[in-house]
């Protein structure tokens, strides 16, 4: 039977221990199941910004196993939220922190100097590294792959200047073009005077049950490769939704007026393929490859035909909170802002919902020209856009400096509450279609999109409507399934891929026996109930979550939301929670 | 004429690995990409871009030629077998390699011989390597 070993480091003495974690495994499964159970035995009343603030990478049993089994989960005290901070990643981190033989990395300390971190195998060492301070999330990249010139495959991980400056909404970036994105752990990491870490290793897992797992493997990977089960994650990703939501006003356009994009076939999937993409790339052992890099190519020198060309990825979410959000209706506008927030390692949702605030509340007359220093923000200009994160990053004044710390910090202090779409402080992701959408950013437990997938209840509810009862315990039943996937930890968008049933035989034929589909639920309904348990620790409460009121206004793909309404599912969603809460003990 | 691998549309690979999961675990019977007799390497700071390094089973193998023992001989039509209980784990056949394409068994400390399978091939979601006849001497 496979073993689960835990790495620590603590970055202030520089040491690292390995311990055998089987036994948590057996209970938690892996990835977001285990990394709960680790985040919950911590103080919530820590900083989260405090070197013994602990920041937990977990995997699960099938990463690296199974065809695309690519996520790492990250958990941390989120810096935005000031609870839980939960983010996923994919790349090539699963693969080498199971190639160094360790499915769980827990950092804590806080290095002397700037460094980072390399690990290879059972050795971690903390390398100074004043020089690399300021350096972009892309330079980092090419720097440490360079210094670093591993036996192994490798995984490189790092934080931009944004993470440096402790930005509330600063990400980590995960080799090519993949993110912790939401949350805030590049600050945390920046508080740990950690730019990044090197992780590589030839630990491998030999297979015990031939018979079982290579015709399972086959099966697997007939259905990624051969069947059309996500075909459209390669074809044009994502970004495919862009028109249909629109179509059904769900689109989210100038911060969350209307649903509707004029501009939409403008910055469509179809749009961004035909102008810009150069190829799609694969996180290590997915053969669907959804990464869509696009190339830009801008003259710099017209009179001497001087040309620089950019790649950078794009998806749904980029295209919205940097295209229809800000009324920006030209793809290459919407990749220069891409490639500024790459750079930065900044949340590409979180700083565009900022930056459509600022202009919302700049039009209502809320922040005036003495904030902005004489810009004067309207939705549609690109090249604003561009000014506004230049002075962020140059640290301009103190407008300026604040808007890097997210949409509620910013509203809270200037005023504008009301137009700042974000649900417990993290911004909303790109689907205003109902109800749902929002009661899913307001229950998940990282407010995600990917928590529970509301917008999705919302749409099957058009044509085949249900009562709010049903719809909710659906939004709950999901959000606990979806800890099975993030303990396991499957890409979200193969989750038609891995089913009950083929989940239960990738158990049994790695020989991880014993697990049935009641465990397998009751293991979700104790890590998504512990989760919230600790969330209230730290001082979350549901009643808090309101509905932004500007939302209340607005024409979703299901109509109109009513703050009654919401408020009510609200209280049913907690009730199943509190519920779950009280069969912890 | 015997079949060789062969990289036929390298501007299409996406960087899945699954080729070389798919030899580790044929060959090996290991969950790994490390004990693959190819390697897919990718490039610092260039997102996307990778290169693709196969045995392209040489008519006269500089990885044979560099080992003292004779633990590495050419093969029929192409490549190289080995014998492992004539090995000394020197190395020299991976330092002799100029493509980087003959890959170190680093717990073993023996070379990953191709034996151009073609099972690489079989788990290539994007037709980069293929199986092709190529005129080799017997």
Known sequence: MPRFRMMDVDLTSGTSTITDVTDRFETWLGGTGVATSLLAETDPALDPLAPEAPIIFAIGPFNAVYPVCTKTVAMFKSPLTGNLGESHAGGRLAMAMFGAGIHVLRITGRAPAFSYLTINDDRAVVKQANSLRGTSALAAERIMRDREDTTHKKSIVRIGPAGERLSPIAEVTVDSSRHFGRMGLGAVMGAKNLKGFVISGGSYWPIENLAAYTPFYKKLYDTVVKSTAMQKYHDLGTAMNVVPLSRINGLPTRNFSQGFFEGAADISGEKFAEKHLSQQIACAHCQVGCIHMASLRELFDPEHYQYKSFKVSYDHELV????????????????????????????????????????????????????????????????????????????????????????????????????????????????????????????????????????????????????????????????????????????????????????????????????????????????????????????????????????????TSAGVVSKERYRTQMDAFKALVEADIRDLT | MAKLLRVVNREQCIGCYSCMYACSRTWAKAITVEKAALRIRNYAGVEGAFSIRPCVGCDEPDCAAACPTGALTRRKF?????????????????????????????????????????????????????????????
């Open chain 1, 320 to 555: 919205y909170a940097l295209g229809s959000n800000l009324s920006i209706q030209s793809t290459e506008e919407v990749l220069r802002l891409l490639i500024i927030i790459e750079k930065q390692g900044w949340d590409a949702i979180s700083i565009g919902v900022t930056l459509a605030w600022a202009v919302d509340s700049f039009q209502k007359g809320i922040i005036g020209q003495k904030e902005t220093d004489n810009l004067i923000l309207n939705f549609g200009d690109g090249a604003m856009y561009e000014k506004v994160l230049n002075r962020i990053i140059a640290g301009h004044n103190e407008f300026y400096r604040d808007l890097e710390r997210g949409s509620d910090f910013c509203a809270r202090k200037y005023g504008g509450l009301d137009r700042s779409i974000a649900f417990g402080k993290v911004e909303a992701a790109g689907y205003m279609t109902g109800t749902y959408a929002f009661l899913g950013y307001a229950t998940g437990v990282r407010h995600s999109h990917l928590d529970a997938a509301g917008y999705s209840i919302d749409q099957k509810g058009l044509t085949k409507p249900k009562s709010d009862e049903e719809q909710t315990k659906e939004l709950y039943q999901e959000a606990v399934w979806r800890h099975v996937l993030n303990s396991l930890v499957i890409c979200l968008f193969a989750r038609n891929v891995y089913t009950k049933e083929i989940i239960l035989e990738g158990l049994n034929a790695l020989n991880l026996t014993g697990w049935t589909e009641e465990r397998l639920m009751t293991m979700a309904r104790r890590a998504h109930a512990l989760k919230f348990r600790y969330k209230m620790a730290c001082g979350f409460r549901f009643e808090e979550i309101g509905l932004p009121e500007k939302l209340t206004r607005v024409m």
């Open chain 2, 78 to 138: 192409g490549g190289v077998q080995f014998k492992a209980e004539t090995c000394n784990h020197c190395g020299a056949c991976v330092q002799a390699c100029a493509s980087k394409a003959l890959q170190w068994d680093v717990e073993k400390r023996i070379p990953l011989v191709c034996h151009h399978c073609g099972v690489c091939t079989q788990f290539c979601p994007r037709d980069v390597i293929a199986m092709v006849e190529i005129p080799r001497e017997a």
